[in-house]
């Protein structure tokens, strides 16, 4: 399924006036985190079902008041990105910052109490290195490498260092979005027990089919029908080219002005020339490199926080120096 760019989405839906929370409209789900853990292949695996209605917009980001996500800003505008959702579906957000916001997840239970949150955790090494990957290979990382954008975190909270135009520096650091103990923390403390579930993305992708039954158990859905294949979603790419990339993300004041008119009629004869060339500068890539000891250096910053993550959830998680796969 091909996700709609949220921007794009949020521009369907202008901001409107807020209004009391109804009972009618609250998500029955949330997919909560953490970025490049499995989130968007659970989110295509989850859309597919027949019985589950998520907007195709992956990250609203709605509960994230204390991060800029972009996304919907009222009440009113997050619910209108479930107009389309028949009476008896099951509803859901994908939005992988929810964990690691200070307040989305007492937000979002705020909003339904009874809802559901899965979460998908990776060994925060190999998920901090795809996530610099993914965002250079969107042309939203100006670090040329990722040892470079790790050592930059601290500066760019101040603002020294951030890509052109970038409007949230929280979402650069690398090493907080994968502490994840105090975001379990969060958790715990606002969800019932029986409403929230922690999967392990190495453990899920080696057997995706017994895991996704565990979700689909997890959320009262039936097995869905359809679903005999778990295909690779999101994989590690790169761009073709930096510059034409740079130039998608951010078309100067000129071509927006004499392409709007144009952009209609192409839309209107079914034509996407911009996703177009966006599909054509994306080729497979492999994952940013990193030394061995920029490694070790990494695995220390992170050995107390995975102990703890351990002792949260009651169980054994990564050995060290793991290396899993995508």
Known sequence: ?????????????????????????????FI?????????????????????????CKEPGYFCSDIDTGGPRTLKAYQALYSAAPAQARTGDASVMYMYSE??????????????????????????????????????????????????QRARLGGAGL???????????????????????????EVPRAQYLVLQYEEFFAEPAQHFAQVLRFLELSPDPARNAFPVI?????????????????????????????????????????GALQRFNRVAGAKPGISPAFREELEAYFAADVAETEQLLGRKLWPRRADPPG
């Open 234 to 274: 999101n994989p590690t790419l790169r761009a073709r080219s930096g510059a034409l990339q740079r130039f998608l993300n951010r078309p100067p004041p000129w071509l927006k002005a004499v392409g709007g008119p144009l952009r209609s009629v192409a839309h209107a004869a079914g034509l996407h020339p911009l």
């Open 32 to 56: 909560a985190g953490s970025p490049k853990c499995g989130t968007t292949a659970l989110f295509e695996y989850l859309s597919a079902h027949p019985d589950v209605f998520i907007p195709t």
């Open 1 to 29: 399924m091909q996700q709609t760019p949220l921007a794009a989405c949020v521009k369907m839906f202008p901001t409107l006036p807020e209004q009391k929370d109804p009972m009618q409209g609250r998500t029955d789900f």
């Open 163 to 189: 890509p052109p135009r970038w409007p949230e520096a929280k979402t650069l650091q690398y090493g907080p979005i994968f502490r994840y103990a105090p975001q379990l923390r969060r958790l715990i403390a």
């Open 103 to 152: 307040v989305a997840i007492a937000q979002l239970m705020a909003h339904n109490p009874a809802a559901k949150v899965i979460v998908m955790l990776r060994h925060p090494v190999e998920a901090a290195r795809s996530l610099y990957g993914a965002l250079l290979s969107h042309g939203h990382e100006n670090a040329a490498t990722f040892e470079q954008a790790w050592r930059l």
